[in-house]
Structure formats: structure tokens, C-alpha cells
């Protein structure tokens, strides 16, 4: 079984350094701070404590309780995304395509990072469709097939500076269109340079349209200076980068779960909390071991320093990350047969080790071996430290009494 889980446990708390440092750097914080900013740190502050309530099970035999604190399920948290992440590539998996998939990098320019933060819901936008234009109108003249995408925005790199780019899971074929018949592309070879190209076309033209029609906010004082600076990023680095086809579920999952909703940073990476500063591992791509793989790194940061790498990739509000092109943006196209079915063998053997993983359940009592029923939520006032608690009325919990009366 493949699968997404981290090599060992977390030794520091993102929380924990907010709490620290978070109020004095909002009194004078190197950028000006959103709602949506204040938002996600609060969330992530609170997560999992009693201001977000706690919800109590008892096991009706022994009487033993279990507390469970509640998430607090904002895309900014690294807890609870990456338990969101989980859960949607377990989901998903089984909705892809009985094809080999590509794993498909489309960067913009650093150039355009001051635009695209002035105008980053239009921009971004942009950036995702024509990332996914790009492939399936290649895809289609060059093969006749529609193919199915899963693209994933992220802004941020290794070093957490504003780094945008879409990562993509491309089927490596699709259904054509005039026989109704599922096809995979035969080889990896592609033109990087025509489809380099074809990605800075399709977005630089969105872009004039957009100049065009007054919907960026901008500093350029006619559309002379503006179309020069277009000139000048088309100088900079479009990168396009494509991986060998992987076959599924067990290979493209490692990729849907390591680049889909994941906070921009992991605290599992976290070296060090010190004082002022906070240490983090990243990959230098620009330097490889004598295996070709990313030297790792550690990067210390200032808390000034890094509340304002951070904050720049909390995601706008309503915003959707993760987007379906092509086939996968219509799943009622597909014909059931097509979809990735997999063997009977895995099939049983993967349903077989969730059982055991939900046995292992923090509400299964230890003693008694059977799950624990709930009691009630209690929600801690934090700025008050008064405790108001919520009762909800259940058999259980009135058996539970009346038997130790008894």
C-alpha cells in the first residue's frame, strides 16, 4: 500500500511561534496585513484547542473519556491541510483515468510577480486556464484526444518567496472525440520548446485582453509602456518542465498528495525555534548530489522576515486551488469502463489495512475494545479562561450515569 504519510513526527508547532511573535509584528508588520491574512493566523493559533471546542466520548463500559479538540480546517494550517490532503488523493485516485498520467510544471516569471500582486485573483485565474489551454490544444490537434487535468496553484518555492507556478496531473492520452474510443499516447517525447512557447502566447494574450479591457490595476501610463514591459519578460524563464508518464494509482498519487492542497510550508521541516528566529529545511534545486537529486538545505529566517514570506501565500478567499480541466472538469462524459478500476488482490489488501487503521481509532477503549460514544463539547473562552460548556442530551451518556448511580 502507497502511502502519504510523513517519515517521522514534528518536533516544533507553527502555532507556537505565532504565539510568540505574532502581536508584536502586527504593530508593525513589513506589509500591510489582509482580513483574510488575520484570519488564517487565528485559525492556525487556535487549532486544536479548547477555543475551538472539545468534544468528549465516553465508553459506556469502563467510563474512560477521550477528548478531541477541533480543527480549525483553514487552507493555511499545515495540520489541517495535509489531512485534507489525504483525504482528497485517497478520493480522487479512484476517479482518474485507466491511462498513464504525466506530472506537468508550468512557471511564470519572476517579472511579473509585482503584477500579479496587485492583481492576484484575475492573474492566477489566468495563469490555471491557460496552463491547462495549453495542453489540451495541443493534445488535440496533435492526437485528437481530450485529456484529462487536475492543476494545483502554488505561489510559493522552496525558500517560501513568491514563486508562481501550476502543477498538473495529465492524462497521457484521453478519449477521442470522433470514435468515442480511450487512447494513450505511445511515448514520452515532447516539443518543450513549441509548448513553451504555445503556454507564453496563450498567457501574455490573456494579459493585453485584460490591459485592454481596464481590469488590472497598474502603474504604466499608456499601453506603448506596458506592451515594452511584455516585450521584456519575454526575455525572462518560462518554465515548462514534464516527468516520465507514471502508471496509477500507486505512482501519480505520491504526486497528488505531495503538490495538491498542502499548506506552503510543512511542520515537518522545522529545524529550529530560537529566540527571534525559525530554521526550515528546503531542496536547492540549482545544486544535485551525485544521484541528481536536490541538495537539501536549511534556511533561518527572522520572525519579520518570515511572517511576511508566509503570508503572502495565504489564498484568497473562495478562491479554488485545485481546479478539473478537459475530461476530468465533466466526469459525466466518461464512460464508467474507463475509469481506473484496479486489481481485486489490491482492492481487498487496501480495505483490509483501513480496517486496521480505524481499529487503532483514539475512540476505540483500550480496556474495553469497543468505541466510545460522545458526551459533550465544552468551548474554552481563551480571553477570558472561563469555560462554557454545551451539553448535548444522548442515551449514552444518561446510562452512563444512572448506571454509576446505581
Known amino acids: 500500500m502507497n502511502k502519504l504519510s510523513h517519515p517521522e513526527p514534528k518536533k516544533y508547532r507553527l502555532a507556537d511561534y505565532f504565539d510568540q511573535w505574532w502581536d508584536i509584528y502586527k504593530q508593525n508588520p513589513k506589509e500591510y496585513i489582509t482580513p483574510e491574512q488575520y484570519k488564517a493566523v487565528n485559525a492556525l493559533r487556535l487549532c486544536r484547542t479548547e477555543a475551538l471546542g472539545v468534544d468528549h466520548y465516553v465508553c459506556k463500559e469502563c467510563g474512560e473519556i477521550t477528548q478531541v479538540y477541533h480543527s480549525c480546517k483553514n487552507r493555511f494550517c499545515p495540520t489541517c491541510s495535509w489531512q485534507d490532503t489525504l483525504q482528497w488523493a485517497d478520493r480522487i485516485k479512484s476517479q482518474m483515468l485507466n491511462l498513464s498520467h504525466r506530472h506537468v510544471v508550468m512557471t511564470l516569471p519572476h517579472g511579473l510577480n509585482s503584477l500579479i500582486k496587485g492583481n492576484r485573483k484575475p492573474l492566477l485565474d489566468l495563469l490555471l486556464r491557460s496552463a491547462s489551454a495549453t495542453l489540451k490544444d495541443w493534445m488535440l490537434h496533435k492526437y485528437k ?108 498519487i505520491r504526486y497528488i498528495g505531495r503538490y495538491s492542497k498542502r499548506a506552503c510550508i510543512s511542520e515537518y521541516k522545522i529545524t529550529s525555534i530560537e529566540g527571534r528566529s525559525i530554521s526550515f529545511r528546503y531542496k536547492d534545486n540549482k545544486h544535485k548530489d551525485i544521484n541528481g537529486k536536490a541538495i537539501e538545505r536549511e ?91 454545551f451539553r448535548r442530551r444522548n442515551l449514552i451518556k444518561n446510562e452512563f450515569i444512572d448506571n454509576n448511580a446505581a
Request: glycine share 6%; hydrophobic share 30%.
Open 145 to 252: 484526444l481530450q485529456p484529462g487535468i487536475i492543476s494545483v496553484l502554488h505561489t510559493f518555492g522552496e525558500t517560501k518567496e513568491y514563486h508562481c507556478h501550476v502543477h498538473m496531473i495529465v492524462s497521457w492520452g484521453g478519449i477521442e472525440r470522433e470514435t468515442g474510443l480511450l487512447k494513450e499516447i505511445k511515448g514520452d517525447y515532447v516539443n518543450y520548446k513549441f509548448l513553451k512557447q504555445k503556454f507564453q502566447v496563450i498567457f501574455e494574450d490573456g494579459l493585453i485582453n485584460l490591459f485592454d479591457k481596464g481590469f488590472l490595476v497598474h502603474d504604466f501610463e499608456n499601453r506603448q509602456k506596458f506592451l515594452r514591459f511584455i516585450n521584456n519578460i519575454n526575455a525572462k524563464r518560462w518554465i515548462l518542465h514534464l516527468e516520465p508518464s507514471m502508471q496509477i494509482p500507486a505512482q501519480v
Open 299 to 389: 534556511l533561518e529566517l527572522d520572525y519579520e522576515d518570515f511572517f511576511s514570506r508566509l503570508l503572502q501565500h495565504v489564498p484568497l478567499k473562495y478562491f479554488r486551488i485545485v481546479r478539473y480541466y478537459g475530461l476530468y472538469s465533466n466526469k459525466g462524459r466518461i464512460p464508467e469502463e474507463y475509469y481506473y478500476k484496479g486489481e481485486k488482490e489490491e482492492e481487498t489488501e487496501q480495505k483490509k489495512e483501513d480496517k486496521e487503521e480505524k481499529e487503532e481509532d483514539c475512540l476505540i477503549c483500550p480496556h474495553c475494545n469497543i468505541r466510545k460514544e460522545y458526551l459533550y463539547t465544552s468551548i474554552k473562552q481563551m480571553y477570558k479562561g472561563e469555560q462554557n460548556i
